[in-house]
């Protein structure tokens, strides 16, 4: 069965640190987009992309950036992790006809 | 930017009590989305709406799109323990693929 995925799933960092979170899906979607998820704000979209070498910034981008080099994999980078940035991140691909996005499990990022 | 506000923002009640909650928006939109969260996992969709007036069921779920476009509903009825979790409302941006989210109603229900 087809499927996204994300990794790791936990992972605690220190400050200033690089961080990479990857995200993979097998259904050959164009359009895939990361989240965080917070308390009080439900998801928020940080960047996202339809299609390869493409890619878009979000409501709340400052600090993130991403790359999409092939259609399946869209690796959420942090490069220089801040602790506002303590979330749990949701990777999504998205449907081509009905427009409805399938999360992975999510990730939990501790900035420390 | 465009903004989804949801109500309530929690929700505690007894089970096989019926449930209600609703999103409204500033702007008007063509698709309204009900997620729901289970606990440490990801959201899943329940019920999509691409019409205004369209009132949808899944099971005991049913969601309905608002006249104005700009408000949406979802009812669950008799609720179960595994309805807990967080619920999510999304818009699709006219013009654009991306989907905005309200801010969730965590549903606790008590045996």
């Known amino acids: 069965d087809a499927e996204i995925t994300q990794s790791p799933r936990h992972k605690i960092t220190e400050t200033g640190r690089q961080v990479t979170l990857a995200c993979h899906q097998t259904?050959?979607?164009?359009?895939m987009f990361w989240y965080r998820q917070d308390l009080g704000h439900g998801l928020r979209l940080i960047h996202y992309s339809y299609g390869v070498q493409d890619t878009n910034k979000g409501e709340v981008s400052d600090g993130y950036s991403v790359s999409r080099s092939n259609t399946e994999d869209l690796p959420l980078t942090l490069e220089s992790a801040a602790s506002s940035q303590t979330s749990v991140y949701f990777c999504a691909s998205q449907g081509a006809n009905t427009g409805e996005l399938f999360f992975g499990e999510g990730s939990r990022l501790t900035v420390l | 930017g465009q903004q989804l506000n949801q109500s309530p923002q929690s929700m505690f009640i007894q089970e096989g009590e019926d449930v209600s909650m609703n999103c409204t928006s500033s702007?008007?939109?063509?698709?309204w989305l009900w997620y729901k969260q289970d606990p440490g996992e990801g959201p899943v969709l329940l019920i999509a709406l691409y019409k205004a007036g369209e009132l949808t069921s899944n099971g005991r779920l049913t969601a309905q799109f608002g006249i104005t476009r700009k408000d949406s509903f979802l009812n669950i009825s008799a609720s179960i323990p595994s309805d807990v979790g967080i619920y999510f409302c999304a818009e699709q941006i006219q013009g654009a693929q991306k989907l905005v989210f309200g801010q969730g109603t965590r549903l606790t229900i008590n045996p």
């Open positions: 259904w050959n979607h164009n359009n």
């Open positions: 702007s008007i939109f063509n698709t």
